[in-house]
């Protein structure tokens, strides 16, 4: 299934405020080479395992619009949604426990959400509010317990043990990224070195093509930037080249980067070509790699040293699948986010195709049977496998 990429605009305030600086990225990134692309990824033949969870429906004060970062504490899901100003929380059976909603100009209150992810080191959900600009700690059922300012605008951030990171854009072809020491104390900022930048012939604007998480933590802190074939991991001693990936006759061309185009027109040659101009939703743990990019998602085998794409995730169910997902921020797993419409629609097919078979998936049937078009969204949760299904400790 095609999904079209949205195209997101950043008006950039206040840039002469920019540190002028340069960092030197620290290492020498592993080579990758594409080896192919297929058309689909069947979940059993990959993953360690999968499950689905409908996500329970109250009440419209419970309801969910969408879903932009999905963290676990224990038995806990912490669920973004941007557009409500919410962090909706569910427990890991689509029970629906409550939500953070302090929306407000006061003392322990928001306006605006940039981002969340959660300390697990003391078992906290934290939100980046960019209006105003604070960070906000709650407990893992919820309830304040403090907050701390901070001076400019981060869009997305991450809690590792001690250390936060936060990534800032900036100016064209240069990002930030920015360390702080709990709860908020600064640290350093590195202002990174100049990547591919794409002109949308708009004064004071530049356009992204990403759509998923560019800050990630699994195995690693993962790092992407718009329109580069790098991933990056991040510590509190520096930011580091970690795999340098060769798309061969699917890497953009710089060429195209310099031509005098609007943003619609670049987005439509990628997806003709089937160029990669973003990397998003990284995830991994000790022997595979998984990443999401404007044309399908990428398994990376590392002791195999194998790169292999994917149009789309193939639910054996459903017997259809999407390439979208998100990866669930301290934890090698990833979501998929299924409206009860087109899971509807997937079983519909599914039964039509069997009427003679009475193997359908009771899981699946009985979710089926017992959902309306109003409900909130259905999880599909694949878990990272790991060879010889040795996990590590």
């Keep these: 299934m095609n999904v079209r990429l949205i195209i997101i605009q950043f008006v950039l305030i206040a840039c002469t405020s920019c540190s002028s600086d340069k960092t030197l990225i620290k290492g020498c990134g592993i080579p990758i080479v594409l080896n192919e692309i297929k058309t689909s990824l069947v979940d059993t033949a990959f993953f360690q395992a999968s499950s689905i969870i409908p996500l329970e429906s109250n009440d419209n004060f419970s309801l969910i619009r969408s879903i932009d970062r999905i963290c676990v504490i224990d038995d806990t899901f912490y669920m973004l949604d941007r557009s409500l100003g919410k962090v909706f929380m569910y427990s890991t059976s689509g029970k629906y426990l409550g939500q953070i909603n302090d929306i407000g100009s006061g003392p322990g209150e928001y306006i605006q959400i940039s981002d969340i992810t959660v300390d697990q080191k003391r078992k906290n959900i934290v939100l980046l509010c960019d209006r105003p600009y604070k960070v906000m700690y709650y407990t893992n059922a919820g309830k304040l317990m403090k907050e701390v300012s901070y001076s400019d605008y ?40 100049e990547r591919p930048y794409f002109d949308s012939g708009s004064s ?28 990056y991991s991040i510590d509190r001693n520096g930011i580091y080249e970690k795999y340098v990936i060769d798309f061969k006759e699917h890497h953009l061309p710089k060429s195209l980067l310099e031509k005098n185009m609007s943003a619609e027109d670049f987005l439509n040659i990628c997806d003709e070509n089937k160029y990669v101009c973003s990397i998003t939703n990284v995830v991994g743990n000790r022997d595979y790699l998984l990443f999401k990019t404007n044309i399908g ?36 797993q990833i979501i998929q986010i299924m409206q009860p419409m087109q899971f509807k629609q997937y079983m519909d097919i599914k039964k039509e195709r069997n009427k003679t078979d009475d193997k359908l998936n009771p899981v699946y049937e009985n979710i089926y049977q017992n959902l309306h078009d109003e409900d909130n969204p259905i999880l599909i949760i694949y878990e990272l496998p790991y060879k010889n299904n040795i996990i590590e400790e």
């Design 204 to 231: 004071g604007n530049f356009t992204s093509f990403d759509v998923g998480n560019r800050l990630t933590i699994s195995d690693a802190v993962y790092f992407t930037r718009p329109l580069e074939s790098c991933i």
């Design 154 to 193: 981060y869009s997305e951030f991450i809690v590792n043990g001690d250390s936060i990171y936060c990534y800032k854009v900036g100016l064209k072809d240069v990002d930030y990224i920015l360390t702080y020491t709990y709860p908020m104390d600064f640290l350093r900022k590195e202002a990174l070195h």
């Design 297 to 332: 998602l990428f398994i990376y085998d590392k002791q195999l040293k194998r790169l292999e794409g994917y149009y789309f995730i193939l639910n054996s169910p459903l017997r259809g699948g999407s390439p979208n997902y998100l990866p669930v921020n301290n934890a090698s």
